[in-house]
């Protein structure tokens, strides 16, 4: 009884990770067919090794891995190198593959005898002969880490040529020094999410559910990544948030780690050579360096990749996304040492319970809206024109505002409820005070590409700019917080030869 129980615990174990297998490798685009296909040769692969005669009462374990498994084996290696390889796996495997010759050497010699001739002699030829393959594979291993690394060396210094080129094309602007106060939206390039996470939080994508469809769902689209700049005439140069690092979109698989990478596309984020964000800055006639603090709504990669630039920069953001939340720490490497945590002892904000008066003139204020994270905030800046919320992932776009219609992917259980409380205490700030505008990281519609864009051209949208974005928001919402018709977003199938679909409003 208990070999049987054994043996049903190991066919549990190895077909629960060949399904997690065969969703990384949907998550990679291989088609489903092949999946299927490969699949049941999995499947029935182990079942064979297990239980060999219920393939038939002359199958052996010794004719299953000859017929099944090895054809598994090379499939499972040859997919891997497909859609999961990256050059700085070379000296890992090539020292894997060391390890196994040697090993089954030093196996083929313990069941060597003292006899002279006969198979024993062939067991020991064999032997030698495995254990010489292990160590030149060894020896290989050692010598191409090298060779990797001067190759990523070239392909860094490439971009590095693509970014000077940028910051030097025609176009750029001089820096304005006349004591005003500047925003500039800074868009950091796109990412490649699926419409169902980015829209279809009241049609079952919360939580694992929601997670496990964001893996294996192809209806995706591109949204832009956003970050914005604040020149502030007391406090220096600001930014909310960093957006991603030309690493991220053009190096990925060697900027994360191989956990990262299986459950990630390699293509989640598009940039060109003037998305950079120090290329933007530049452009603007800033300098990376001049940036003396960072207000990181939330710790996620695409609005922390930037933190690269900025060494020098003090990051102010929320103690519990700091503990509970970072996915992905290659991002925070040069400022783990510059981190500030808000206290939120500023007393009630409007709806929110507790804020914080960073600079303690009122100029910056901080808001708890935990949900997406574990510390997502908001940052109010006020100005004498009005007042600028940024977002951050709280709600993705202007529609996301009517949050009983249209809702992004939610985390469940109390996560999902602590959002849907921010986004009302949202809510409730913008309808107090009608000088407040929201500033959303990824909206995809006319209100960021048309109206944002133009009111913040020159970084001073002035008590006009901000009226029109109240109008704007006003033509797209009710009072009540319910869109009006004509607003109401639906997914678009990729035309023949898109790689992504598009979202229309209607």
């Given at each position: 009884m208990m070999k049987i129980l054994g043996k049903v615990g190991l066919l549990v174990l190895a077909l629960t990770a060949g399904a997690a297998w065969l969703v990384i490798l949907r998550l990679k685009n291989v088609p489903a067919p092949l999946l299927l296909v490969y699949g049941l040769l999995l499947a029935v692969s182990v079942i064979g090794l297990l239980w060999p005669r219920v393939l038939g009462r002359r199958s052996t374990r010794r004719r299953v891995l000859a017929f099944l498994g090895v054809p598994a084996g090379l499939g499972t290696l040859g997919?891997?190198?497909a859609v999961v390889y990256y050059v700085t796996d070379l000296p890992v495997l090539l020292a894997l593959a060391a390890a196994g010759c040697l090993g089954w050497a030093a196996a083929a010699l313990l069941r060597v005898r003292r006899r002279a001739s006969g198979p024993h002699?062939?067991?020991?030829?064999?032997?030698?002969?495995?254990?010489?393959?292990?160590?030149?594979?060894?020896?290989?291993?050692?010598?191409?880490?090298s060779r990797v690394e001067g190759r990523r060396r070239e392909m860094l210094a490439q971009r590095e040529q693509q970014r000077q080129a940028a910051v030097r094309a025609p176009g750029a602007r001089p820096r304005v020094h006349d004591g005003a106060l500047r925003v500039f939206p800074i868009h950091t390039g796109d990412t490649?999410?699926?419409?169902?996470?980015?829209?279809?939080?009241?049609?079952?994508?919360?939580?694992?559910?929601?997670?496990?469809?964001?893996?294996?769902?192809?209806?995706?689209?591109?949204?832009?990544?956003?970050?914005?700049?604040?020149?502030?005439?007391?406090?220096?140069?600001?930014?909310?948030?960093?957006?991603?690092?030309?690493?991220?979109?053009?190096d990925h698989d060697g900027y994360y780690d191989m956990t990262s990478r299986l459950l990630s596309e390699r293509d989640e984020y598009q940039m060109t050579p003037e998305q950079d964000l120090r290329v933007h800055l530049a452009r603007l006639g800033y300098d990376a360096?001049?940036?003396?603090?960072?207000?990181?709504?939330?710790?996620?990669?695409?609005?922390?990749?930037?933190?690269?630039?900025?060494?020098?920069?003090?990051?102010?953001?929320?103690?519990?996304?700091?503990?509970?939340?970072?996915?992905?720490?290659?991002?925070?490497?040069?400022?783990?040492e510059n981190l500030s945590f808000p206290a939120f002892d500023s007393g009630a904000f409007g709806a929110f319970p507790a804020s914080q008066d960073h600079f303690g003139d009122g100029s910056?204020?901080?808001?708890?809206?935990?949900?997406?994270?574990?510390?997502?905030?908001?940052?109010?800046?006020?100005?004498?024109?009005?007042?600028?919320?940024?977002?951050?992932d709280t709600l993705y776009t202007l529609p996301h505002l009517a949050v009983d219609q249209v809702r992004q992917m939610t985390i469940g259980g109390a996560d999902t409820v602590h959002q849907?409380?921010?986004?009302?205490?949202?809510?409730?700030?913008?309808?107090?005070?009608?000088?407040?505008?929201?500033?959303?990281?990824?909206d995809n519609t006319r209100y960021q590409s048309d109206r944002v864009l133009s009111a913040f051209a020159q970084g001073t949208p002035g008590k006009e700019g901000l009226r029109e974005l109240r109008a704007h928001m006003?033509?797209?919402?009710?009072?009540?917080w319910r869109l009006r018709p004509g607003h109401a977003p639906?997914?678009?199938?990729?035309?023949?030869?898109?790689?992504?679909?598009?979202?229309e409003f209607g």
């Amino acid at each position: 009884m208990m070999k049987i129980l054994g043996k049903v615990g190991l066919l549990v174990l190895a077909l629960t990770a060949g399904a997690a297998w065969l969703v990384i490798l949907r998550l990679k685009n291989v088609p489903a067919p092949l999946l299927l296909v490969y699949g049941l040769l999995l499947a029935v692969s182990v079942i064979g090794l297990l239980w060999p005669r219920v393939l038939g009462r002359r199958s052996t374990r010794r004719r299953v891995l000859a017929f099944l498994g090895v054809p598994a084996g090379l499939g499972t290696l040859g997919l891997y190198l497909a859609v999961v390889y990256y050059v700085t796996d070379l000296p890992v495997l090539l020292a894997l593959a060391a390890a196994g010759c040697l090993g089954w050497a030093a196996a083929a010699l313990l069941r060597v005898r003292r006899r002279a001739s006969g198979p024993h002699v062939r067991q020991a030829r064999r032997a030698f002969l495995l254990g010489g393959a292990g160590l030149v594979l060894g020896v290989l291993s050692g010598l191409s880490v090298s060779r990797v690394e001067g190759r990523r060396r070239e392909m860094l210094a490439q971009r590095e040529q693509q970014r000077q080129a940028a910051v030097r094309a025609p176009g750029a602007r001089p820096r304005v020094h006349d004591g005003a106060l500047r925003v500039f939206p800074i868009h950091t390039g796109d990412t490649v999410v699926t419409y169902g996470q980015f829209y279809g939080g009241l049609d079952g994508w919360e939580g694992l559910n929601g997670y496990v469809r964001t893996l294996v769902d192809k209806a995706q689209i591109t949204v832009p990544v956003y970050a914005y700049l604040i020149d502030h005439p007391r406090h220096g140069l600001l930014l909310v948030d960093t957006g991603v690092n030309r690493e991220q979109a053009h190096d990925h698989d060697g900027y994360y780690d191989m956990t990262s990478r299986l459950l990630s596309e390699r293509d989640e984020y598009q940039m060109t050579p003037e998305q950079d964000l120090r290329v933007h800055l530049a452009r603007l006639g800033y300098d990376a360096d001049e940036v003396t603090t960072v207000f990181l709504t939330h710790v996620h990669d695409d609005h922390a990749g930037g933190l690269r630039h900025l060494p020098r920069a003090t990051v102010v953001l929320d103690r519990r996304d700091w503990d509970h939340g970072v996915f992905y720490p290659h991002s925070f490497d040069l400022v783990k040492e510059n981190l500030s945590f808000p206290a939120f002892d500023s007393g009630a904000f409007g709806a929110f319970p507790a804020s914080q008066d960073h600079f303690g003139d009122g100029s910056i204020i901080l808001l708890p809206t935990p949900g997406h994270s574990p510390g997502h905030m908001c940052v109010l800046l006020r100005m004498d024109e009005g007042g600028l919320l940024f977002m951050g992932d709280t709600l993705y776009t202007l529609p996301h505002l009517a949050v009983d219609q249209v809702r992004q992917m939610t985390i469940g259980g109390a996560d999902t409820v602590h959002q849907i409380e921010a986004a009302r205490r949202i809510q409730s700030l913008l309808a107090s005070d009608t000088g407040v505008v929201p500033l959303f990281a990824h909206d995809n519609t006319r209100y960021q590409s048309d109206r944002v864009l133009s009111a913040f051209a020159q970084g001073t949208p002035g008590k006009e700019g901000l009226r029109e974005l109240r109008a704007h928001m006003e033509a797209v919402l009710t009072p009540g917080w319910r869109l009006r018709p004509g607003h109401a977003p639906r997914f678009v199938p990729a035309a023949s030869g898109a790689r992504w679909g598009r979202v229309e409003f209607g």
